[in-house]
């Protein structure tokens, strides 16, 4: 268990909680609203025994509750965040989701509603969908079961955190990047630890998203790299994308693409200096936008 | 603004439309506009209050001032009962305890009102009949008002010329 703390800054007018879940870890950052805008405060990581998270889409994803809730309670304590608000993220490869054009005067949400419905492995009153709008009138709809988020919240309640808002950790990444998109076609990787998310951009929209289960292993940065092509290519553009990796393992992953010649690019969090516990949290930019 | 997504399993609030802003904007206007009402209301009560006191007690004031002037040696006494009457009946008030007892044919031409120990009336009437004013001294003559009712000039030439001598004394009523 680790915590980092950056010199504390004056909050002037709010706080800012953001606990994160990982199948090893739980993560939490602190932030403050300064002059400058948001700035982070502290940073704090409590690791999970194996097995105790394991994300799906359909089961139970907490096996040890129990291990899970202290995890939490000690990073909350860490930040000094004891009954504080915070705004949950879970991780890749918990939700289901698709890229849709929406119609203008149609409600996205219900549309998201309608479109996920009849690929959902389980009824869709079980499901809570949401929409992150991505630009031309696309949005990114994303649904989770409801069984499965109110385990997480059960946890955050159990600590004594009053809950704001609940987002998938891929999403919550989309939201800064979707801001920074450049011209060319590029392709991030979102790295969760158990999926990773692909964000194909092509003249700085979003074309494609795609997610896929993670398989650690020598030909990782293989299959990395032939999805990041392929969601280039369904994106619309052939040329080699630039590829962005942000999230766990990402330092790994651009060493083995560079041994395999595939320059990769990795997105570091937007502060300085980054604090070891916060070089690979994929969420911090969105979390400090 | 982006509304970014919240996958919570709590009751979700609707986002407030533009018309239920203005709604919220104009139910802030009302009731700042009826806590100003309110608190003038108030103000303005308050304000009564100390007013009322104020009068109530130099009403009690004045009370005590002429019972002591009352009391006091005569040549300040006549003084003190013509202001103390004058300032309980003034002459819209008598005139106005004579004008019910008129009857339609009389009219009231001339009255002399002496303020002394008491309101001493001189009250020369007009009337178009002599039984309108024989009806208008009768009538004077049975006022709870007015006392000592004397008839003294009558000129009797088609219509009633006359002068009555009476004496106010403030009863309400006739």
């Known amino acids: 268990m680790a915590a980092a703390t950056a010199p504390p800054l004056v909050g002037l007018l709010a706080d800012r909680l953001v606990i994160a879940f990982e199948p090893s870890v739980v993560s939490g950052v602190a932030a403050s609203r300064s002059l400058a805008g948001w700035r982070l405060r502290s940073v704090a990581r409590a690791p999970l025994p194996a097995g105790a998270l394991v994300p799906s889409p359909l089961d139970r994803n907490l096996a040890g509750t129990e291990e899970v809730r202290a995890a939490v309670a000690h990073v909350v304590k860490e930040l000094g965040a004891e009954r504080g608000r915070a705004a949950v993220l879970l991780p890749d490869g918990i939700g289901r989701t698709v890229l849709l054009d929406t119609t203008p005067g149609v409600a996205a949400r219900e549309y998201a509603r309608f479109r996920l419905a009849s690929t959902l492995p389980y009824p869709d009153g079980e499901a809570v969908i949401d929409v992150l709008p991505a630009g031309e009138g696309r949005v990114l709809a994303a649904a989770v079961r409801r069984p499965i988020v109110q385990e997480y919240e059960a946890v955050i309640a159990a600590c004594g955190l009053v809950q704001d808002r609940l987002d998938l950790a891929p999403l919550a990444v989309l939201a800064g990047r979707l801001r920074r998109a450049g011209d060319g076609p590029e392709v991030d990787v979102i790295l969760g630890e158990a999926a990773l998310s692909l964000a194909a951009f092509r003249r700085g929209v979003l074309r494609v998203f795609r997610s896929r289960r993670r398989d650690p292993g020598p030909e990782e940065a293989t299959r990395v790299a032939e999805e990041a092509d392929r969601s280039a290519l369904l994106a619309g553009d052939g040329a080699a994308p630039v590829l962005r990796l942000m999230g766990a393992g990402a330092g790994g992953l651009a060493l083995d693409l560079a041994q395999r010649g595939r320059d990769a690019e990795v997105v570091a969090p937007p502060v300085a200096p980054v604090p070891a516990e916060a070089a690979e949290l994929s969420w911090l930019a969105a979390a400090l936008a | ?174």
Do not use: C, K, N
């Open chain 2, 1 to 174: 603004m982006t509304r970014p997504p919240d996958f919570s399993t709590r009751p979700r609030r609707t986002p407030a439309s533009p018309g239920d802003l203005l709604l919220f904007a104009a139910a802030l206007a009302a009731l700042a506009l009826s806590a100003h009402v309110a608190w003038s209301a108030w103000t303005a009560a308050r304000t009564a209050r100390v007013e009322a006191a104020i009068a109530r007690r130099e009403a009690q004031g004045a009370g005590e001032a002429s019972r002591g002037l009352l009391a006091g040696d005569a040549s300040t006494s006549g003084l003190a009962v013509r202001a103390l009457l004058t300032a309980e009946s003034p002459p819209p008030r008598v005139l106005a305890a004579l004008e019910p007892l008129l009857p339609p044919d009389v009219r009231l031409a001339r009255v002399s009102m002496r303020y002394g120990a008491r309101i001493d009336l001189e009250i020369q009437v007009a009337a178009r009949r002599g039984v309108a004013y024989d009806e208008f001294v009768r009538r004077i003559g049975g006022s709870r008002s007015f006392a000592e009712v004397v008839p003294e000039t009558e000129a009797r030439d088609g219509e009633v010329r006359a002068t009555i001598r009476a004496i106010y004394v403030g009863v309400a009523g006739s």
